[in-house]
């Protein structure tokens, strides 16, 4: 049996709703700006629990527009400036790298039923 669920969310808490889904889920995953020079180890959370519960971690998205810490030399201050930062300012560039992890998720399970049942699995899903 093939699975075909699929999260998507910004990096946070609520993420630890993983373990309740089923091996060979994926997981996506999006970032604010700034975030990526203040979150340290912890932004590797999602993926480690991912990797342990046979999930497929597909990829962290990094907002490239957004603020700037009004305090650069505060790292604290700019740590939660960032961590409460919106995400998804430019929406062309997160759509079109969501349509392609969603087009991945997508080939994987037609291959995965494919294998399971010993023939060609006919999709009549575009490859948009």
């Given at each position: 049996?093939?699975?075909?669920?699929?999260?998507?969310s910004?990096?946070?808490?609520?993420?630890?709703?993983m373990?309740?889904?089923?091996?060979?889920s994926s997981?996506?995953?999006?970032?604010?700006?700034?975030?990526?020079?203040?979150a340290?180890?912890?932004?590797?959370?999602?993926?480690?629990m991912?990797?342990?519960s046979?999930?497929?971690?597909q990829?962290?998205w990094?907002?490239?527009v957004?603020?700037?810490?009004?305090?650069p030399?505060q790292p604290?201050q700019c740590?939660l400036?960032?961590k409460?930062?919106k995400?998804g300012h430019?929406e062309?560039?997160?759509?079109e790298?969501?349509?392609k992890?969603?087009?991945?998720?997508?080939?994987?399970?037609?291959?995965?039923?494919?294998?399971?049942?010993?023939?060609?699995?006919?999709?009549?899903?575009?490859?948009?």
């Open positions: 049996m093939t699975n075909t669920d699929v999260v998507a910004p990096h946070g808490a609520q993420l630890t709703n373990l309740f889904m089923d091996q060979g997981v996506m995953e999006f970032f604010p700006k700034g975030w990526l020079e203040h340290g180890k912890g932004q590797y959370a999602p993926w480690w991912a990797k342990q046979g999930m497929k971690h990829g962290s990094w907002d490239p957004g603020e700037e810490c009004p305090n030399k604290m740590f400036f960032h409460d930062s995400v430019n062309t560039y997160f759509a790298w969501a349509r992890v969603l087009n991945q998720v997508r080939v994987s399970k037609l291959e995965q039923a494919s294998n399971n049942v010993g023939t060609k699995v006919r999709s009549s899903v575009c490859e948009c």
